[in-house]
């Protein structure tokens, strides 16, 4: 039987890269998406030398020719994966930088909306067709210096909402996941401009952080529920984490 076909964005490291990994566990093939080439290469690599069926393709979620092509491409699609995104600094409103929001909104927001649109098509015609946007519990509630990320992120919430109010009576599902803190390699690094000693503070005395295979088991269990099934949105934080603003920190 000709396997399922999953595509991931943002699978060049953390939670879509582990999210690939889990999904070709789970036996479907893996499309593997990202601006860097030898990452998604390299991972694809990595599981077809374990027997999955992967592929990778350089693509930027912001362009919104590139996607189509890539779309075009592909032919079918069965889950789609809206995992690229991220943030950039933590600034009050009162100083955020315009440019930082308006890129965090063309990844966090445009890129789900270019992606989603170009893949619909074949996702409908898959007759099962799934949405998974990896949105963040920055799209639930605001918090001091989140700015710019936060809107994004409550951007990208409001997409998924409105697409399965949409979808409904399609046989597509729309799943929401947003995840609170989660240690990735890149996230806070990448937010705090490759400053270590910011990003390494964001976990500072935080006993288990949720890991990037910790949401990637989420996306799993949530996609392979029948399919009626459809899991909205599913909040997942670290138990030493109560809110976007209450975190046990053991000092
Ligand atoms: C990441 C969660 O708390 O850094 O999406 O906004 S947080």
Same mark, same amino acid.
Request: aromatic share 4%; net charge negative.
């Given at each position: 039987?000709?396997?399922?076909? *999953?595509?991931?964005?943002? *699978? &060049? &490291?953390?939670?879509?890269? =582990?999210?690939? %990994? %889990?999904?070709a566990s789970e036996g479907y093939r893996v499309v593997l998406t990202a601006r860097r080439t030898e990452r998604?290469?390299?991972?694809?690599?990595?599981?077809? =030398? =374990? #027997?999955?069926?992967?592929?990778?393709?350089?693509l930027d979620v912001t362009d919104r020719d590139a996607v189509r092509a890539f779309a075009t491409d592909l032919g079918v699609c069965h889950v789609l994966v809206n995992n690229a995104g991220g943030a950039l600094g933590a600034d009050p409103v009162a100083e955020g930088d315009p440019e930082d929001w308006r %890129?965090?909104?063309?990844?966090?927001?445009? #890129?789900? +909306?270019?992606? !989603?649109?170009?893949?619909? $098509?074949?996702? %409908? =015609?898959?007759g099962d067709g799934?949405?998974?946007?990896? &949105? &963040? !519990?920055?799209?639930?509630?605001v918090y001091e210096g989140g700015g710019g990320y936060v809107?994004?992120?409550?951007?990208?919430?409001?997409?998924?909402? !409105?697409?399965? +109010?949409?979808?409904?009576?399609? $046989?597509?599902?729309?799943?929401e996941i947003a995840p609170g803190?989660?240690?990735? @390699?890149?996230?806070?690094?990448?937010?705090f401009g490759g400053d270590p000693a910011r990003a390494? @503070?964001?976990?500072?005395?935080?006993?288990? $952080?949720?890991?990037?295979?910790d949401v990637a @088991?989420?996306? #799993?269990?949530?996609?392979?529920? $029948?399919?009626?099934?459809?899991v909205d949105l599913l909040i997942v934080r670290p138990r030493a984490q109560a809110s976007n603003t209450k975190v046990h920190r053991e000092l």
């Amino acid at each position: 039987m000709e396997k399922r076909t *999953a595509v991931v964005t943002g *699978a &060049s &490291s953390g939670i879509g890269a =582990a999210t690939a %990994r %889990r999904l070709a566990s789970e036996g479907y093939r893996v499309v593997l998406t990202a601006r860097r080439t030898e990452r998604i290469t390299a991972l694809a690599d990595e599981l077809a =030398a =374990a #027997g999955h069926e992967a592929q990778a393709q350089v693509l930027d979620v912001t362009d919104r020719d590139a996607v189509r092509a890539f779309a075009t491409d592909l032919g079918v699609c069965h889950v789609l994966v809206n995992n690229a995104g991220g943030a950039l600094g933590a600034d009050p409103v009162a100083e955020g930088d315009p440019e930082d929001w308006r %890129r965090m909104y063309e990844v966090n927001v445009i #890129g789900v +909306l270019h992606m !989603t649109q170009a893949l619909l $098509p074949a996702l %409908r =015609a898959s007759g099962d067709g799934t949405v998974v946007v990896i &949105s &963040s !519990t920055a799209g639930q509630a605001v918090y001091e210096g989140g700015g710019g990320y936060v809107a994004a992120k409550h951007g990208a919430h409001v997409l998924a909402e !409105t697409l399965r +109010l949409e979808l409904c009576g399609e $046989p597509v599902r729309v799943i929401e996941i947003a995840p609170g803190m989660v240690r990735t @390699d890149e996230f806070a690094l990448n937010r705090f401009g490759g400053d270590p000693a910011r990003a390494a @503070d964001v976990y500072r005395g935080v006993a288990e $952080p949720l890991t990037a295979e910790d949401v990637a @088991d989420t996306v #799993g269990w949530a996609v392979t529920r $029948p399919s009626h099934v459809n899991v909205d949105l599913l909040i997942v934080r670290p138990r030493a984490q109560a809110s976007n603003t209450k975190v046990h920190r053991e000092l």
